[in-house]
């Protein structure tokens, strides 16, 4: 992950675009488009074939409703972000962060520092919950999960239902070095739950979790595959068996998620933008966090950090079509000053209700913090909701979903 902006050469996105499009993928022979991307239309103008794409369109930027306490390290350490949701109350809902030279931090929903856990050099984190557990005590549990870089192992703790606190819960081997993202989902057609975990280098692993003796899981080895280059970010969605996975130069992909494969079927949903190129798309390097938000079982929206340009690019669920990006902006909260959202790393998005505050769900980015301790800044969904034109939907409750009046 880079700790200051690049400036973009007309080689390496020449070179990127090749990869992405198969043309001359010398770093993964066998990655190809084995789907086609949908055809070009009104509502999806950037479909192949591309076109160059203007990012100087009006961007929103929409204020943040508070930020998280600082990292105690400094430099380059708060990464990525999960959320878990309180089942009875809402407001007691827990934002985990990871630090990467030092470990787990957590924090309620007014920023402030509950829990840290120095695990040694976790990358990302994820959240996945209801998990069955018929060897426990208690049938099912919620689960954060990360990768640690720290011997390379994912990291396991179990989420007490009442107090939101973690407690260890084991660990295992990724099988290789260099961990990166991480990701946990159901199985479609099993909901066995599952990791995907990648590294530095392109590869993602995939797991199966299987409940053992009290508070703790062994794993196996489901699918390997190569994506080409440097990836991180990814997010699952299982309902249309869709791993989305950020390629850090080159663009946003969807893997499918099953029948289990050497090299999984794959669509390009973007490119990292070239102005001077006729292949282009509307991203931009590094493409960091990926995240999903749920308007219901099948709508919803794919959000992608763009690193460089300090924005996040929005598409549609179903079609991939470009809804716009937007930013976060400086602004004084009851809280203290919270300054703009820079150079970011993960993010993470929820549709659900998260106390009275939002009840339409929240984003989390991470933010380089200006050079200062890092933080992360957490966002009203219904304020990006209200940021576009015509604006985006939101979900109401946890069945239905709208437009903003």
Not at 11 to 20: E, K, M, P, Q
Not at 286 to 305: C, K, M, Q, W
Request: some cysteine; hydrophobic content about 40%; aromatic content about 8%.
């Amino acid at each position: 992950m880079l700790s200051e902006h690049i400036k973009i050469s007309s080689i390496l996105i020449a070179c990127s675009v090749s990869i992405a499009l198969g043309l001359a993928s010398a770093m993964a022979p066998s990655t190809t488009i084995s789907e086609p991307l949908p055809a070009r239309t009104p509502d999806n103008p950037l479909a192949s074939p591309f076109k160059p794409a203007s990012i100087s369109d009006a961007c929103p930027i929409i204020p943040a409703a508070f930020q998280t306490e600082s990292m105690a390290t400094s430099d380059d350490t708060a990464d990525d972000p999960a959320l878990w949701i309180h089942p009875t109350n809402p407001e007691q809902s827990i934002i985990i962060t990871t630090n990467k030279k030092q470990g787990l931090v957590v924090y309620n929903l007014q920023g402030f520092l509950i829990q840290s856990l120095p695990i040694g050099k976790p990358n990302n984190v994820d959240v996945l919950c209801s998990i069955k557990t018929p060897s426990w005590s208690f049938p099912t549990t919620d689960l954060a999960m990360t990768g640690n870089r720290d011997g390379d192992i994912i990291n396991l703790f179990t989420i007490d239902p009442s107090s939101g606190i973690l407690h260890d819960a084991g660990s295992f081997s990724a099988g290789f070095q260099e961990v990166y993202g991480i990701c946990a989902y159901f199985h479609p057609g099993t909901a066995s739950p599952r990791i995907a975990i990648n590294n530095k280098s392109g590869t993602v692993r995939i797991f199966e979790l299987l409940p053992s003796h009290e508070r703790s899981f062994t794993s196996a080895l489901i699918s390997e595959f190569h994506v080409g280059t440097q990836v991180e970010g990814m997010v699952a969605d299982p309902a249309h068996n869709s791993l989305y996975i950020g390629e850090e130069q080159v663009g946003l992909w969807r893997y499918r998620l099953d029948p289990i494969e050497d090299q999984p079927q794959r669509t390009l949903v973007d490119l990292i933008h070239n102005p001077t190129s006729a292949i282009s798309g509307r991203l931009a390097r590094d493409v960091e966090g990926v995240t999903l938000y749920e308007l219901n079982d099948r709508e919803g929206y794919i959000i992608a950090s763009c690193q460089s340009e300090d924005r996040f690019a929005i598409y549609d669920r179903i079609s991939h079509a470009y809804r716009g990006s937007f930013r976060i902006s400086t602004q004084v909260s009851s809280q203290a000053q919270v300054d703009a959202v820079t150079h970011t790393d993960g993010i993470a998005a929820c549709s659900l209700p998260v106390g009275s505050r939002f009840p339409h769900g929240l984003f989390i980015a991470q933010d380089d913090n200006a050079g200062q301790p890092q933080n992360f800044k957490i966002v009203d969904w219904q304020l990006i909701a209200q940021g576009f034109t015509p604006p985006l939907r939101v979900r109401i409750g946890r069945n239905s979903t709208a437009p903003l009046p």
